[in-house]
């Protein structure tokens, strides 16, 4: 079975550091775009980037630029979501997806929810 | 960036009404679109690509259709477990975009 698992909540501080991860398997990993996407509280969905496992290629979106960073471990066939002090604002669910050839999402994670608060 | 607008906005409707969901372009995005179910606090689940092919294991009672800036999602039959929220998204031109979602109600 194909699918993509997150790592679990996170509850953490304003200008804390945080990594959460997205592992792939069933399928071949490292020829898959993984995307991220941003789900805040009540909200749409926000395309944030995503990063292409076998070379690490990575296209953000420029409200995400600079903000987040994308990387890839194919051997453990994992991604990951990174942010170097967080924000309030950052608050949110967070979706890995795998990309088909065309860029669509057909298999998504579970999702990991992120809260930030003093 | 290619903005996406949904509507309506919110749907009220019945078990066994056909609907027809819109998703409109700010500039052509050719076949470059998808659409998404999410239940409340679930991930999203794929129906659509590349703006009418149905996606593997969804019903048939789904469709879409559409190319260039206009695009409709339609369910043919309502059933209960299709009250969700419904997003277009776009993948044509980077950023990909989303629309800010038809929330479908009984």
């Known amino acids: 079975e194909v699918q993509l698992v997150q790592s679990g909540a996170e509850v953490k501080k304003p200008g804390e550091s945080l990594v959460i991860s997205c592992k792939g398997s069933g399928y071949n990993f490292p020829t898959f775009w993984i995307a991220w996407v941003r789900q805040r509280p009540g909200k749409g969905l926000e395309w944030m980037g995503f990063?292409?496992?076998?070379?690490?290629?990575?296209r953000y979106s420029p409200s995400f630029q600079g903000q987040v960073t994308l990387s890839v471990d194919k051997s453990i066939s994992t991604a990951y979501l990174q942010w170097s002090s967080l924000k309030a604002s950052d608050t949110a669910m967070y979706f890995c997806?795998?990309?088909?050839?065309?860029?669509?999402?057909?298999?998504w994670g579970q999702g990991t929810t992120v809260t930030v608060s003093s | 960036a290619i903005q996406l607008t949904q509507s309506p906005s919110s749907l009220s409707a019945s078990v066994g009404d056909r609907v027809t969901l819109t998703c409109r372009a700010s500039?052509?995005?050719?076949?470059?679109l998808a659409w998404y179910q999410q239940k409340p606090g679930q991930a999203p689940k794929l129906l659509i690509y590349?703006?009418?092919s149905l996606q593997s294991g969804v019903p048939s009672r789904f469709s879409g259709s559409g190319s260039g800036t206009d695009f409709t999602l339609t369910i043919s039959s309502l059933q209960p477990e299709d009250f969700a929220t419904y997003y277009c998204?776009?993948?044509?031109?980077?950023?990909?975009?989303f629309g800010q979602g038809t929330k479908l109600e009984i």
């Open positions: 590349d703006a009418s």
């Open positions: 998204q776009q993948f044509s031109s980077y950023p990909y975009t």
């Open positions: 990063i292409y496992p076998r070379d690490s290629d990575t």
């Open positions: 500039q052509d995005s050719s076949s470059g």
């Open positions: 997806a795998r990309l088909q050839k065309s860029d669509y999402m057909d298999v």
